[in-house]
């Protein structure tokens, strides 16, 4: 985000296409799964996104 926005002077659009699921069914999914599994999904999200929702807000923008 920031180097968009040092390029570009604007950041617009986010897209999180990343995340993992655990390898196994959810009653053997052990501890470690779950936080791996939680930390890449939501804790992506939010790393990828905390930045550019700021900006947003600062801006009014609509954000969906």
């Not at 930045?51 to 700021?54: C, E, I, V």
């Not at 009014?60 to 969906?64: E, I, L, N, S, T």
């Given at each position: 985000s920031n180097i968009a926005i040092q390029k570009t002077g604007r950041i617009d659009l986010?897209?999180?296409?990343?995340?993992i699921?655990?390898?196994s069914n959810f009653h053997e999914i052990t501890e470690d799964d779950y936080r791996?599994?939680?930390s890449?999904?939501?804790d992506g999200f939010f790393m990828s996104h905390n930045?550019?929702?700021?900006i947003w807000s600062r801006r009014?923008?609509?954000?969906?």
């Open positions: 986010v897209v999180n296409n990343a995340g699921i655990a390898p791996r599994v939680m890449t999904n939501a930045l550019p929702f700021a009014k923008a609509v954000m969906w």
